[in-house]
């Protein structure tokens, strides 16, 4: 299937990170996606101006698109914002990455290929053989994997890496995956997704990838993000029978 490719970039105070993640990802996209393609930074009111730098990026690059909202409501909010905009206006393939350059923008390219080769979505996954963490310590390493191993055993997935929001859908998926009735946030928001495929029979599979920490900011991670996830997970158990 061809057809044009959107990244969703959903962001918060991202203004030492966005310009620059901008111009690489629209580098990558360029080579990757003859058909077409399209950067949507979906902006939660940042009061330190990423929307306005998201704006200029837009007025220099027909391929940039902003989507402002007026406050911080959460990650999966942003998410579905913006993939309702990329299906409004034709996109094959929705892919989704964090705007702090822990992804590799060189990454989406083999996102797309996995997908353009038969999976339905393709996750960037740590914790597949080649993939790595190198800059995080034991315990950091420790309590990512025994989240996903957590949501692993609830949920009876084969998948490896969860909780990762590095990610190329299949416009069908997302179409046939019910985006509306999606309540989660955080690592919980990316579980479900993937679960959701699942469920519904698609092929998901994971490329390694090396995640690596910020360059630039500070991170949205907090306990409520974790907590969440653990209440979650069982919950999306129960609403599948």
């Known amino acids: 299937m061809g057809g044009p490719a959107w990244l969703i970039l959903p962001t918060y105070n991202e203004a030492e990170n966005i310009e620059a993640l901008v111009e690489a ?15 949507l930074v979906v902006d939660d009111g940042s009061p330190d101006g990423t929307g306005e ?12 698109r902003v989507l402002h909202r007026a406050r911080k409501t959460g990650l999966g909010r942003a998410y579905l914002a913006g993939f309702g905009m990329a299906l409004e206006q034709g996109a094959a393939y929705v892919l989704e990455m964090d705007s702090d350059f822990s992804h590799d923008p060189e990454d989406l390219a083999r996102l797309l290929a996995a ?28 309590i990512s994997r025994g989240g996903c191993w957590y949501a692993q055993v609830v949920l009876g997935l084969p998948v490896r890496d969860l909780t990762g929001g590095f990610k190329c859908f299949r416009r069908e998926v997302l179409e046939a995956i019910d985006l509306p009735s999606v309540r989660s946030e955080g690592y919980a928001f990316q579980i479900e997704l993937t679960y959701r495929a699942l469920r519904r029979g698609f092929r998901v599979v994971e490329v390694p990838i090396t995640f690596h920490e910020r360059r630039q900011g500070s991170s949205k991670m907090s306990g409520r993000i974790a907590l969440e996830a653990i209440v979650r997970v069982p919950q999306m158990r129960l609403r599948a029978r």
């Open 115 to 142: 997908v353009r080769g038969g999976a339905d979505l393709a996750l960037g996954s740590r914790y597949v053989p080649g993939g790595d963490v190198p800059e995080w310590h034991a315990l950091r390493r420790a």
């Open 53 to 64: 730098i998201a704006d200029r990026l837009a007025a220099r690059h027909d391929e940039v």
């Open 25 to 39: 990802a629209l580098r990558v996209l360029a080579r990757a996606v003859p058909e077409g393609h399209r950067v």
